[in-house]
């Protein structure tokens, strides 16, 4: 009976499970038939109802779509007014519709200014006839950028590279342009001055070439008026005096030519800075107006400092300019020397190292400058001038001039009051070799020695030769690289190497290179006005020295006897 018993409680489980599932399968059914029904009941007998949730839907996603329009317009307006190019909406006519603030700040107006403006207004009138141009040649696919020039509210101009594009209206019809606009006034301020510089170059190339020439000839005419002077009786001696004077004159022009050019290599000397500022007096009247007062005075003590003199006079010379340009309904420009001491903290407060210096201070009663411009006076290529009337590399020269002397320069400025250029100089006891000598004929260091003169110029190579003759050396004479090469080789006993820098072939520095390489320790004397960056000796030493062109044949036979004595010091000490 068990058995039986529970295979009955088994099936009667199983039934009810089973009648359990399709109860609740059967009911589901039943419910969703009549909410189908339900539901399309009311549709047919109230279809405002069904309108009403389709319009609530309808309502739900359109709120969705202009919240993502809002979001993508705001993120698109961040782009327009944070970027560094101005942009333009223009219309069919050339009238501004939008503009962001960029453009706005470029033209120096507020940006409610600008909609319904012509562009054609803040252009200048050079600029126009390109501006409608590019208008109307404009497409979809843009145009070539074109630049020109917009004016400002102040009445400054300022520089402008557009990119146009073609705009489509909603059907499609041109509907104007859109104008990408970028700034590029200082980088057309920037090729400005390039271009003012590589003008400035060739003029010094060609000014060097002349230079070169020209104090070949001063040579000539100087050294055979000295040698006639020797001979000559006392009327003939003021008439030979009156040609060495106007040859020493027109020395110096050729001189500040070159300096002023940039083409001559610093050298530095001791000179007498005090009789340097004189000496410019002079050239500096010329450069400034005659509605321009210049005062030019000196301590009582001496203000002896090494320096290349040519250099320096380039530094007066560019300050001169500034303050006249500081000055343009007149003034007063002083200039005074004077040697000072210098002690711990005002060394420190000019960054200069302690001691005594020869100090220069130029002063103007101009314009003067604010305190940021005068930060920024000594700057490469910063002007404050208008384009095309400075290059920006006056000061910039001085300051690079005076550091390399070992000085320092200061500027002390304020607007309305003139300014103060102060130049410390390393002072120096030693005697200046800067002096002028007297026209008076000198005698001539003599010396037995071998001399080889390199020398492309036949008057100068015919007179050094004389020269030297006279005042008892063996002269070997080559007419350019090459050829002395051949009498070097010819010739055991060379002492001396005279030879001008700038020759045709084999410059004077490539055959000084191979004649010390064949013979070590042979002293060299390189002649010439101008070196064309040919010559890399630029400080003298024992056995290698540089003579200005033109010289005198004082000069000359004085310089080859101390490069001669030294070599022989040398030679005893190394013994």
């Not at 006519?93 to 962001?100: K, L, S």
């Not at 960029?102 to 200014?113: C, D, K």
């Not at 960054?351 to 490469?380: K, N, S, Y």
Request: glycine content about 10%; aromatic content about 6%; hydrophobic content about 45%.
């Amino acid at each position: 009976m068990l058995p039986y018993i529970g295979w009955d409680m088994h099936a009667g489980t199983a039934m009810r499970m089973a009648f359990g599932m399709d109860f609740h399968a059967a009911a589901w059914d039943s419910v969703t038939a009549a909410l189908a029904v339900w539901y399309w009941t009311l549709r047919s007998r109230f279809p405002a109802l069904v309108r009403g949730a389709a319009l609530f839907e309808d309502l739900r996603l359109r709120q969705a779509a202009e919240a993502t329009l809002r979001a993508s317009e705001q993120r698109y307006r961040e782009i327009v007014e944070t970027t560094s190019e101005g942009v333009v909406l223009l219309d069919g006519d050339g009238r501004i519709g939008y503009a962001n603030d960029r453009f706005a700040g470029m033209v120096g107006r507020a940006p409610a200014e600008l909609p319904g403006t012509s562009v054609l207004d803040l252009v200048a009138a050079t600029d126009r006839p390109a501006t409608v141009a590019a208008l109307a040649e404009v497409t979809g696919s843009g145009a070539t950028p074109f630049e020109v020039g917009l004016h400002t509210r102040d009445g400054r101009v300022v520089w402008v590279r557009i990119a146009l594009t073609a705009r489509a209206g909603d059907a499609g019809e041109p509907a104007g342009a859109l104008a990408m606009v970028t700034d590029v006034t200082e980088q057309k301020s920037i090729e400005a001055q390039l271009r003012q510089v590589q003008k400035l170059d060739a003029v010094g190339q060609l000014a060097g070439g002349l230079a070169h020439d020209f104090n070949n000839l001063l040579t000539v005419i100087d050294g055979y008026a000295a040698l006639l002077i020797a001979q000559a009786d006392a009327a003939a001696k003021d008439d030979l005096t009156m040609i060495r004077d106007a040859a020493a004159r027109a020395s110096g022009l050729t001189r500040q030519l070159l300096t002023f050019s940039r083409a001559q290599t610093a050298r530095q000397r001791v000179v007498d800075v005090a009789g340097l500022v004189g000496s410019v007096e002079v050239l500096l009247r010329r450069l400034i107006r005659e509605d321009i007062g210049l005062l030019v005075s000196a301590g009582p003590a001496p203000s002896v400092a090494r320096v290349d003199p040519g250099q320096l006079e380039q530094v007066l010379v560019n300050l001169a300019i500034n303050a006249r340009d500081a000055m343009p309904n007149g003034g007063t420009l002083t200039l005074h020397t004077d040697r000072v001491v210098l002690d711990g903290r005002r060394a420190d407060e000019l960054t200069a190292q302690p001691g005594d210096h020869v100090l220069i201070t130029v002063t103007d009663t101009g314009c003067g400058m604010t305190a940021d411009v005068a930060a920024r006076a000594f700057e490469p290529f910063f002007t404050t001038k208008e384009q095309g009337k400075g290059t920006g590399l006056g000061l910039s020269t001085v300051y690079g001039i005076v550091t390399r002397a070992g000085g320092v320069v200061r500027v002390d400025s304020r607007p309305g009051a003139g300014t103060t250029f102060e130049i410390y100089l390393p002072a120096t006891d030693e005697a200046p070799t800067d002096l002028p000598h007297g026209l008076e004929p000198q005698p001539l260091t003599a010396g037995t020695e071998t001399v080889l003169l390199v020398e492309d110029d036949p008057a100068v190579r015919q007179l050094t030769e004389r020269i030297l003759t006279t005042a008892g050396y063996r002269v070997l004479v080559g007419v350019d690289g090459e050829h002395a090469l051949a009498v070097a080789s010819a010739h055991a006993d060379i002492d001396l190497l005279v030879t001008d820098v700038v020759m045709p072939g084999m410059n004077g520095q490539q055959l000084a290179d191979r004649l010390t390489h064949m013979r070590p320790g042979l002293p060299v004397i390189f002649t010439s006005a101008y070196t064309r960056g040919a010559l890399t000796h630029t400080e003298e030493k024992a056995s290698v020295a540089f003579l200005d062109k033109p010289y005198t044949a004082a000069a000359l036979t004085q310089k080859i006897r101390s490069v001669l004595d030294a070599a022989v010091d040398v030679d005893t000490i190394n013994v």
